[in-house]
T-cell receptor, first 109, second 117 residues
Framework: AQRVTQPEKLLSVFKGAPVELKCNYS??????LFWYVQYSRQRLQLLLR??SRESIKGFTADLNKGETSFHLKKPFAQEEDSAMYYC???????????FGAGTILRVKS | GAVVSQHPSRVICKSGTSVKIECRSL??????MFWYRQFPKQSLMLMAT?????????EQGVEKDKFLINHASLTLSTLTVTSAHPEDSSFYIC?????????????FGDGTRLSIL
């Protein structure tokens, strides 16, 4: 069965501190992993996908197949990073997304 | 950028009413649209995948007669909650994937909050 686990409902950090949002997944085949972000009063939007290996707004995420993890990291948090973050997976080349429960990131000044 | 418009944003109606929610891709064509449901403090759960010109594919446990999906054009999909009851109250979100070669991300609407009295 496909499952995405985000163990933290809320992560609160100070501005300038490192951030790591945890995501673990369960999938029998070859998955594609994503991070989506929802800022206050905005719609859900794609932040990054593992296949593109890019850094968006200072965030990176590495797929660790051994640990079945796709943690989202940023070395120095900014207040504007405060949002709800969802980890999601799909079958490689597939349509359907399976979402985790989401983690609220609060960056305090 | 690609914009998905979802309407209405909020509906409050009596039990037994049928409610239609529209999902439109405003500046792109979407062969595939998706309907999700989100309960409070829980994740988005895919209900069905809507393909233009063909029948929707429903996820396990989703009643197709309860949640009617129509995707008659490349820019519009509708979800009709038939004879809605209080347990159907939820947040419904649609997304649309742009037609084309290669990877195309899903673009999400703002969601519709449905409250059945």
């Amino acid at each position: 069965a496909q499952r995405v686990t985000q163990p933290e409902k809320l992560l609160s950090v100070f501005k300038g501190a490192p951030v790591e949002l945890k995501c673990n997944y369960s999938y029998s085949g070859s998955p594609e992993l994503f991070w989506y972000v929802q800022y206050s009063r905005q719609r859900l939007q794609l932040l990054l996908r593992h296949i593109s290996r890019e850094s968006i707004k200072g965030f990176t995420a590495d797929l660790n197949k051994g640990e079945t993890s796709f943690h989202l990291k940023k070395p120095f948090a900014q207040e504007e990073d405060s949002a709800m973050y969802y980890c999601a997976l799909s079958r490689k080349g597939g349509n359907k997304l399976v979402f985790g429960a989401g983690t609220i990131l609060r960056v305090k000044s | 950028g690609a914009v998905v418009s979802q309407h209405p944003s909020r509906v409050i109606c009596k039990s037994g009413t049928s409610v239609k929610i529209e999902c439109r891709s405003l500046d792109f064509q979407a062969t595939t649209m998706f309907w999700y449901r989100q309960f409070p403090k829980q994740s988005l759960m895919l209900m069905a995948t809507s393909n233009e010109g063909s029948k929707a594919t429903y996820e396990q446990g989703v009643e197709k007669d309860k949640f009617l999906i129509n995707h008659a054009s490349l820019t519009l999909s509708t979800l009709t909650v038939t004879s809605a009851h209080p347990e159907d109250s939820s947040f419904y979100i649609c997304s649309a994937r742009e037609s084309g070669q290669g990877y195309q991300p899903q673009h999400f609407g703002d969601g519709t909050r449905l409250s059945i009295l």
